[in-house]
């Protein structure tokens, strides 16, 4: 397998990158700040794009594609909007016609979607004339482009892949609760599919997104003890609606203004999985995201050998494929089955089955668990029972080791310089009073790099005193340094 991936405690930025590479999941492509994502990667996030789709279309959604460019004046119709993106817009200038080598300017510019509010809320306008057309939930997988200046793979780029709800309702109360069912929806599939706890929360002014009244998120906690924003949902209220003067006949007759709500997950959550379980020696998937569950690695020593046992793994494939599980069946005699077991460890395969000619004699097989390495002999007739309860046990394993570091990590504190000391020594979500005003936390943020991930939806009503300022609180919310 070549050389060791480097140790997480000695260098988690480069153990991150090196682990993306040669586990196959995406590489840096020539095209600036932008990157390739292979077979093995790609399979992962269609399994996480297979299992979002569906609880998107469990809530009534469906999904629509639109433009990637928009005209700027489009784009700049919600002033909030357009000035929040406006360092991160790449912008189409020019075209070049098959018989014309001139470059001739466009009549007007066009930007390459960072976000699709704007070309999609001047297209409800001519889908929307009367109560009766809302509400409108829809949601698009696409493609959008941020000019990021430094860029990490999956989890900064300037390209990325993701989907972006968008729907309009008739009442303020329905988008909320809209905005809401989505915060969960991501909520759910962190906690169910990625096997990684979350905290629900909302964003403060100064973090929310930029045309939005509230902006909601789940945050997670990485093994470094980094956080990691892996879903938004925004209530945008009717700022949209004014922006491209989408109004609505009520059931009285009288206009009124239409209200929305967007919200998104990219390909940043497969930087999460990655740094939410995986060890030095590569990926720990959960089952659910798995692309393959189960790989059989055959021990033999001839060609008569591997034949019989290429036939009792046919039976343990016909046994596990009814049953939703992917099997591969490492048969190559290329590779001995060291390397093999190193190279599925890299890739995170949940379960390893060896079976050799000694295995088939007695009937049995050796069953390895990627998260904990524990192994055992079970027998051939109990694959089809043991396995599918084996995947189960490791998913919440999973789960219940990433809950346990999260909550290890969560310290209350109660004055400044304990913060200070606190994000340096341990790490992870800090617990403090914050006085509610932007100038504290830009200032907090500018001397520590650690910013409000989010104030809790659980959390607390607590009178206490701002660590920063010495002012009142009416509650605590949760700092960390984060990707």
């Given at each position: 397998m070549g050389k060791e991936i480097p140790s997480r405690s000695e260098d988690y930025?480069?153990?991150?990158?090196?682990?993306?590479?040669?586990?196959?999941?995406?590489?840096?492509?020539?095209v600036r700040g932008c990157m390739v994502i292979k077979p093995y990667g790609y399979s992962i996030w269609e399994k996480m794009q297979?299992?979002?789709?569906?609880?998107?279309k469990e809530t009534g959604h469906v999904n629509a594609y639109f433009p990637l460019f928009v005209p700027k004046s489009m784009f700049e119709a919600e002033e909030q909007n357009a000035e929040g993106f406006a360092k991160e817009c790449a912008i189409v200038t020019h075209y070049r016609l098959k018989n014309d080598p001139q470059n001739?300017?466009?009549?007007?510019?066009?930007?390459?979607?960072?976000?699709?509010?704007?070309?999609?809320?001047?297209?409800?306008?001519?889908?929307?004339?009367?109560?009766?057309?809302?509400?409108?939930?829809?949601?698009?997988?696409?493609?959008?482009?941020?000019?990021?200046?430094?860029?990490?793979?999956?989890?900064?780029?300037a390209e990325f892949l993701w989907q972006e709800g968008h729907t309009a309702h008739a009442t303020r109360d329905e988008a909320v609760e809209e905005t809401l069912q989505m915060l969960n929806v991501y909520a759910t599939f962190a906690e169910q599919y990625m096997a990684m706890p979350v905290i629900k929360g909302r964003k403060t002014e100064g973090e929310k997104f930029p045309g939005a009244l509230d902006t909601y998120c789940i945050e997670a906690m990485m093994q470094d003890g980094k956080a990691l924003q892996a879903g938004?949902?925004?209530?945008?209220?009717?700022?949209?609606?004014?922006?491209?003067?989408?109004?609505?006949?009520?059931?009285?007759?009288?206009?009124?203004?239409?209200?929305?709500?967007?919200?998104?997950?990219?390909?940043?959550?497969?930087?999460?999985?990655?740094?939410?379980?995986s060890d030095d020696d590569g990926l720990i998937l959960p089952p659910k995201l798995a692309p393959i569950h189960v790989v059989v690695v055959p021990i033999f020593r001839n060609e008569d050998e591997l034949g019989r046992i290429a036939e009792k793994v046919k039976e343990i494939t016909a046994s596990l494929k009814p049953l939703g599980l992917s099997v591969k069946f490492d048969n190559r005699d290329t590779h001995k089955p060291g390397f093999k077991f190193a190279e599925w460890e890299l890739k995170g395969v949940p379960v390893r089955i060896a079976i050799g000619p000694r295995d088939l004699d007695n009937g049995t097989v050796e069953v390895a668990r990627r998260d904990t390495r524990e192994k055992q002999v079970i027998k051939l007739e109990e694959v089809s029972t043991r396995i599918p309860a084996l995947l189960n046990e490791i998913q919440d394993s999973i789960f219940q080791r990433a809950l346990t570091f999260r909550n290890q990590h969560i310290t209350e504190v109660n004055s400044y310089d304990e913060f200070k000391d606190v994000l340096e020594t341990k790490g992870g979500f800090i617990s403090a009073h914050w006085d509610g005003t932007p100038e504290t936390e830009a200032s907090i943020k500018e001397e520590t790099k650690a910013t409000i991930r989010c104030i809790p939806l659980n959390a607390k009503s607590e009178n206490g005193i701002c660590i920063y300022s010495g002012k009142k609180s009416a509650g605590r919310v949760l700092f960390a340094r984060a990707y």
């Open positions: 930025s480069l153990w991150y990158n090196e682990l993306v590479k040669r586990a196959d999941l995406a590489e840096h492509s020539d297979q299992a979002l789709d569906a609880m998107f001739n300017r466009l009549e007007e510019e066009l930007v390459v979607r960072p976000t699709s509010e704007a070309i999609i809320w001047n297209t409800y306008k001519k889908w929307i004339q009367s109560y009766r057309d809302l509400p409108i939930l829809v949601n698009q997988w696409a493609n959008v482009v941020r000019w990021e200046m430094r860029t990490r793979l999956f989890l900064r780029t938004t949902s925004h209530f945008l209220g009717q700022n949209f609606a004014k922006a491209f003067d989408v109004q609505f006949a009520g059931k009285d007759g009288k206009l009124d203004y239409v209200w929305g709500t967007s919200w998104g997950v990219s390909t940043r959550l497969m930087g999460a999985l990655i740094m939410a379980h």
